[in-house]
């Protein structure tokens, strides 16, 4: 099987990503009405552990909701995918570290935690989009740090958004690709 291949399968068992990102801006916004309305660090903490669920509620979906069978054990763009886990949990450990020093900053770091772990879905699923998904989260989070943008919530409810927004793009490039392929096909 040819790298394209394996992405194509990628980008096919996982609806190119869309439900993942959708699920992840609705932890990210779950956390910033916890922030909002609780605390910082509650908020961070239901972040955190949430985030641990992303992926098997993610899987749960692509089985009922869109009835995809999963890649083969075989495709190693889903190791890609496991290995950028483990420098995103790092970052968010460096976030949690700046919890009693700057709560204020705990959610732009764990957006460019979450942000750069999306560069490495470019080389797994093949679509440079991926790219741009993960410079507007590193921005996002960079850009509300060099500001000093007083609102700590403020930073979650934009990831949630951005995270929406291009899991929906996903979504729906993943429904266009279908659609021209059935009119060839």
């Given at each position: 099987?040819?790298?394209?291949?394996?992405?194509?399968?990628?980008?096919?068992?996982?609806?190119?990503?869309?439900?993942?990102?959708?699920?992840?801006?609705?932890?990210?916004?779950?956390?910033?009405?916890?922030?909002?309305?609780?605390?910082?660090?509650?908020?961070?903490?239901?972040?955190?552990?949430?985030?641990?669920?992303?992926?098997p509620v993610s899987?749960?979906?692509?089985?009922?909701?869109?009835?995809?069978?999963?890649?083969?054990?075989?495709?190693?763009?889903?190791?890609?995918?496991?290995?950028?886990?483990?420098?995103?949990?790092?970052?968010?450990?460096?976030?949690?570290?700046?919890?009693?020093?700057?709560?204020?900053?705990?959610?732009?770091?764990?957006?460019?935690?979450?942000?750069?772990?999306?560069?490495?879905?470019?080389?797994?699923?093949?679509?440079?989009?991926?790219?741009?998904?993960?410079?507007?989260?590193?921005?996002?989070?960079?850009?509300?740090?060099?500001?000093?943008?007083?609102?700590?919530?403020?930073?979650?409810?934009?990831?949630?958004?951005?995270?929406?927004?291009?899991?929906?793009?996903?979504?729906?490039?993943?429904?266009?690709?279908?659609?021209?392929?059935?009119?060839?096909?």
């Amino acid at each position: 099987m040819s790298l394209n291949s394996h992405q194509q399968e990628l980008r096919h068992a996982y609806v190119r990503g869309g439900p993942g990102a959708i699920i992840s801006g609705g932890v990210w916004f779950a956390a910033a009405l916890t922030a909002m309305y609780s605390s910082i660090s509650d908020g961070f903490f239901l972040l955190f552990f949430a985030g641990m669920f992303i992926f098997p509620v993610s899987k749960l979906a692509l089985k009922l909701v869109f009835q995809r069978a999963p890649e083969s054990k075989s495709n190693p763009g889903s190791l890609i995918c496991l290995e950028t886990v483990f420098p995103m949990v790092g970052g968010l450990f460096a976030a949690w570290l700046l919890l009693p020093y700057r709560p204020e900053f705990v959610f732009s770091v764990s957006a460019i935690a979450v942000g750069t772990r999306y560069f490495g879905f470019r080389t797994a699923y093949g679509d440079w989009t991926y790219w741009v998904f993960g410079a507007v989260l590193c921005m996002i989070g960079l850009s509300s740090i060099a500001l000093a943008i007083p609102s700590s919530s403020l930073v979650p409810f934009i990831v949630a958004i951005v995270e929406i927004v291009f899991g929906t793009c996903f979504i729906l490039a993943d429904r266009m690709e279908a659609i021209s392929i059935d009119e060839i096909g």
